[in-house]
């Protein structure tokens, strides 16, 4: 009898342990990896750069706001605080209904300062907001 059980451990160790319940483990972590990674999905902003030969056609039919580079947001040939972007654009809108908005921004303006100006003109009523760089 001793002969037997030293036989069956020695059996055992030279079988090893049974790696099936590991690999099951690692295909279900290999498919829950690949299922997640089908879902992320990064959102981006798609900016149609115009011409400047459009830009001169269209100046006329929109209504413009500049940023410059520290901040500082004009409205022809005005120096304006963001809280008088809307007032502005509803006062160039009542004169010209069909007119955009167009942000024109230097490179290097404060993303900040431009995202609060296109606020503005939604609340102003305007949805044709263009953007544009110096």
Same mark, same amino acid.
């Given at each position: 009898?001793?002969?037997?059980?030293?036989?069956?451990?020695?059996?055992?160790?030279?079988?090893?342990?049974?790696?099936?319940?590991?690999? $099951?483990?690692?295909?279900?972590?290999?498919?829950?990896?690949?299922?997640? +990674?089908?879902?992320?999905?990064?959102?981006? &902003? !798609? #900016?149609?750069?115009?011409?400047?030969?459009?830009?001169?056609?269209?100046?006329?039919?929109?209504?413009?706001?500049?940023?410059?580079?520290?901040?500082?947001?004009?409205?022809?040939?005005?120096?304006? $605080?963001?809280?008088?972007?809307?007032?502005?654009?509803?006062?160039?809108? +009542?004169?010209?209904?069909?007119?955009?908005? &167009? !942000? #024109?921004?230097?490179?290097?303006?404060?993303?900040?300062?431009?995202?609060?100006?296109?606020?503005?003109?939604?609340?102003?009523?305007?949805?044709?907001?263009?953007?544009?760089?110096?």
């Amino acid at each position: 009898m001793r002969l037997r059980r030293r036989r069956s451990q020695a059996e055992i160790s030279t079988h090893g342990i049974d790696l099936a319940p590991m690999l $099951d483990f690692c295909i279900n972590l290999l498919i829950f990896f690949i299922i997640t +990674a089908v879902f992320v999905h990064t959102s981006g &902003l !798609i #900016v149609n750069r115009q011409t400047d030969v459009q830009q001169q056609e269209e100046k006329s039919k929109t209504i413009q706001v500049e940023i410059n580079s520290n901040g500082e947001i004009w409205m022809g040939n005005r120096l304006i $605080d963001v809280r008088a972007v809307r007032a502005n654009v509803e006062r160039m809108h +009542a004169t010209n209904p069909d007119a955009g908005v &167009l !942000i #024109v921004a230097e490179g290097d303006a404060p993303t900040g300062v431009l995202v609060q100006v296109a606020d503005q003109a939604r609340q102003a009523g305007i949805y044709n907001i263009s953007f544009a760089t110096r």
